[in-house]
């Protein structure tokens, strides 16, 4: 594919060069539609039975991006008292708020039960924790399955070395801390992983996942977790996540279950980055280009600041040239490395990329930015963090979330 925003007029009929003069670059450009579409779609992953979609909002918790989730009829889940504090400001309710946090304090778990919202526990420790604060409460445990997946082993969240969930071996000790304080076990989650296309791993967790959860009684809700994988390299014409083979072959594993259970608990999952990823993309000015021996670079505003899981975890995105607001034919490539502004060797964003011809003054566009892009942004060599504007269905743009000033830097200070 040549150009993929023109292939699906993502700016719908907005020239990406004006957009980029008005609002400045680096910016990070969110497209109504294809959000909405994206959440939709993952509202509907189980039909057969009572479920819900929570959007974890790690991914992008900016307010606009979550009143489309409220609307879509998404619930959410929050790894912390700010992302409670988002959704709250956003309009959810105590219901549709699942709080799934590893490792905090008493206080911050304290938010969340003073305002009803259901907790999961991540360890037998903060099972404890839960205990001596609320006791007599209704809580949810993390459970680790014992497979995990994912692009990168830092976004492995399951199997034998991870932080994360209660091991199998231990889950009669949850039954007795769960004694000891007269608490409810009403559900149970997990989280295997991020970004995964096949989903057979997914599918082997949630067997095993089922299979523990027969240990539960009079589960309430049995929480899958995320990781829904979205098609990064589009312009090699990467096909998306095979959505309608995954749900029939995990209602066909929820039939079993429900069959030795006796009932179907409400069924829940977590996506983050198929919700968001694809309806972003992040637009950046190329300020120079050289050769340093032998190698080219394209030196442009976007720094690991400002998307740092290239740097971070060796994330592919993919980069669309624009000149004059047009995408540049993609008939004869050459490699380079398109880099950032900041001063790290590490702060590259695609790496010996077949790009065309890149020039000063162009525009670099990178695709699937909506997830885990703003929400890792830091200010790092004092950068203001970028703005963020969307594209609503009407083709109007709406900024929905300022540029920081450098006012913003001293601020605290
Ligand atoms: C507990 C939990 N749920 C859901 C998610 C969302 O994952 P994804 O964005 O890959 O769907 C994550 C991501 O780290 C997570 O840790």
């Avoid at 690991?304 to 740097?311: D, H, I, Y």
């Avoid at 950032?340 to 060797?345: A, L, P």
Wanted: net charge negative; charged share 25%.
């Amino acid at each position: 594919m040549n150009s993929y925003i023109e292939a699906v007029d993502f700016f719908k009929g907005n020239n990406p060069e004006k957009v980029a003069e008005e609002f400045k670059t680096p910016l990070y450009v969110y497209n109504e539609e294809i959000i909405r579409n994206r959440m939709h779609a993952v509202s509907q992953v189980i039909t057969k039975y009572p479920y819900t979609a929570n959007y974890s909002i790690k991914a992008n918790t900016n307010i606009h991006l979550l009143k489309l989730a409220l609307e879509e009829g998404l619930n959410c889940d929050a790894m912390s008292e700010g992302e409670i504090r988002m959704l709250e400001a956003a309009g959810f309710p105590k219901e549709r708020i699942f709080f799934v946090p590893n490792n905090v304090s008493a206080e911050e778990m304290k938010y969340a039960i003073d305002r009803g919202i259901m907790t999961s526990l991540d360890s037998l420790s903060q099972l404890e924790t839960f205990g001596e604060i609320n006791p007599g409460g209704k809580c949810a445990v993390r459970i680790n399955p014992g497979v995990g997946a994912g692009h990168h082993e830092k976004v492995v969240t399951a199997g034998k070395k991870t932080k994360f969930g209660v091991a199998e071996e231990d889950i009669d000790k949850i039954f007795e801390i769960a004694e000891k304080y007269n608490l409810t076990i009403a559900g149970i989650n997990q989280h295997i992983g991020s970004l995964f296309m096949d989903y057979e791993p997914f599918l082997a967790a949630a067997q095993n996942f089922l299979r523990i959860a027969l240990k539960f009684k009079n589960l309430e809700f049995v929480d899958f977790g995320g990781g829904y994988g979205i098609p990064y390299h589009k312009l090699d014409d990467e096909k998306p996540f095979e959505m309608e083979g995954f749900k029939k072959a995990l209602e066909e594993i929820l039939d079993k279950f429900v069959a030795d259970y006796g009932y179907a608990p409400l069924f829940k999952s977590e996506p983050g980055r198929f919700c968001v990823a694809e309806g972003c993309v992040l637009l950046g000015r190329v300020h120079a280009v050289k050769q340093n021996n032998g190698h080219a670079y394209a030196g442009t505003d976007i720094g690991m600041n400002v998307l740092v899981r290239p740097s971070m975890y060796d994330s592919w995105h993919d980069v669309e040239v624009l000149r004059d607001g047009k995408a540049v034919s993609r008939d004869n490539l050459s490699p380079i490395n398109v880099c950032g502004n900041i001063c790290e060797s590490g702060d590259l964003l695609a790496k010996d990329r077949m790009l065309p011809e890149i020039k000063k003054g162009d525009l670099a566009c990178v695709l699937d930015a909506g997830a885990y892009g703003y929400s890792m942004c830091s200010t790092y060599n004092s950068r203001p963090r970028p703005a963020e504007v969307l594209v609503c269905k009407d083709g109007s743009i709406k900024t929905i979330r300022k540029r920081e000033t450098y006012e913003d830097l001293f601020r605290l200070m």
